[in-house]
């Protein structure tokens, strides 16, 4: 110690104060990174940018409301203070204050029977599908990989839910996707653009056939049914699919008080 005293006082005091503010400014810049990469909330969807999906990003969130029979939102809980016994951060309840605070999420791979939308009947099984995937991740933290941004804004990704008491660096859970399609409650994604990952989608084929064979979920009365896609491509005839979808988040925009759709800057 003396002897690294001795060395300090023989430098010149400039130079001293120069390396001081580079260590500063440097210990600054790590800490600022760190915080951007592992700390830092994502409060929606228009922050997840370009950069966030070429890294696939893991996040780790709340599934506060399953929307859809594939899609739900998710309420970011990055780092720590989340829970007992370092709980010091907060996940809203209400509704209002959640707005424009959760990631949508598409789950990738699958798609499950479309729901009823503006008059329009939905698919047999729908309700049953949704009812699952609530039971599957509503209220619960789960592991989402971001893949990239749908024509809707959703966040196309993959979901896990965790096992209980295996920690998350040893295995993230249970897939989402993969679930939905054992228990019989989706088809594999088979349109341009869909991700399967390292499973590959040769495999979400094998086990969606084995859930057929079982006579799961939708499959309980055997195969032949009208597939998602194919529903969806019989109602682009007439009105498109995806446009009653963009026109229920138009109203679910619309539903905010007015002062709000002025200023809120999302
Ligand atoms: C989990 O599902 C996603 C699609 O949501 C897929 O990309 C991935 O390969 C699956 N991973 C495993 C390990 O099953």
Known sequence: ?????????????????????????????????????????????????????????????YVT?????DNFRVYHTPAFGWRWPLKFRRIPTR???????TIHIRIAGVDAPEGAHFGRPGQPYAPEALTWLKSQVEGKTVYCQLFRKDQYGRIVGSAYVPRALVPAWMSKGKNVSVEMLRAGWA???????????????????AIQ?????????MWKNGVGAETPAEYKKRGASSDKAGE????????EAQRRPLWRRLFSRT
Request: charged content about 25%; glycine content about 10%.
């Open 209 to 217: 056939a084995e859930a057929q064979k079982a006579k799961r979920g």
């Open 95 to 101: 509704r209002d204050k959640l707005q424009h605070q």
């Open 65 to 69: 409301n399953v929307g859809d029979n």
């Open 1 to 61: 110690m003396a002897k690294l005293d001795n060395a300090l006082s023989s430098l010149p005091p400039s130079l001293l104060a120069l390396s001081a503010l580079a260590i500063g400014s440097s210990t600054t810049l790590v800490v600022a990174i760190l915080y951007r990469r592992f700390a830092r909330r994502i409060p929606n969807g228009d922050w997840v940018t370009p950069d966030v999906l070429a890294g696939k990003r893991w996040i780790k969130g």
């Open 244 to 251: 009653a979808e963009s026109q229920a988040d138009g109203q």
């Open 187 to 205: 088809v594999t994604y088979e349109q341009a653009g869909a991700e399967y990952g390292g499973l590959g989608k040769e495999a979400f084929l």
